[in-house]
């Protein structure tokens, strides 16, 4: 869509590339392809999304795809451990959560960015099963653990081709709204990576953790972080 009056384009606009693919002189799909297969053979940040009581459990083991058995096994020790779940019929509660597409995959991120503000909950309540399961009792998962960006420089080998492909496009798109506009900020975008299996500690380069989160299951009010993993002395 076209900036009316203007003769630009919006931010996200696959039209970028066209003033680009006109500078070039051949497709944009080639320039794509050839991005694309420098990537391969880099390392390219992403970031993944937790809430754990234990950062070096992550730095030790690394990220583990969604096991949906050990998940619900980690469900019946909370609740068999919480008074305030006594009541609560997990097994009914497990019934009605079905969604599986996530089960034996890893998600990670391209954008930190979005995920601080739009996908804010597997930060605050530490993964989208669990907290979906015990959506009634939030609050149980609010006070454990410190949520945490976990930094991977993930090998490009290791990312599907689509994907691959689909990243090239938004770098190109991004570069020459840039060059064009000059913009004062990166255009954020909504994409990352699905991993079919854990990933190594080597490839995890830091943490960190965020002041403040917006909560997409709570209108995106505001969620100020406390931190309980890294403490730092505040500058004088």
Sequence with gaps: MKRAGEGGYVQDDPGWLHPLENHLGYPIKDAINNLANALERENIRVYHGCRPID?????????????????????????????????????????EVKKSYDNGKLFLVFDDRYMIEYAG??????????ANVLRDHLEVLLEKGTPTIITVDLPG????????????????????????????????RDCGVELESDLDPKYIVGHEHPLVIKDPWNSRQEY????????TTPQA
Aim: glycine share 6%; proline share 2%; hydrophobic share 35%.
């Design 121 to 130: 909950h597997y930060l605050i309540y530490g993964g989208e099963y669990i």
């Design 55 to 95: 950062i070096s459990s992550y730095l030790s083991k690394g990220l583990k795809v969604h096991r949906r058995n050990e998940l619900i096994s980690e469900l019946r020790k909370m609740v068999m451990s919480d008074t305030r779940l006594s009541r609560f019929d997990l097994d009914g509660r497990i019934g």
């Design 157 to 188: 080998r290791m990312i599907s081709r689509p994907i691959l492909e689909g990243f090239a496009k938004d770098l190109l798109t991004e570069w020459t709204r840039q060059v064009i506009n000059e913009p004062k900020s990166v255009h954020m």
């Design 224 to 231: 100020i972080v406390e931190n309980n993993c890294c403490r």
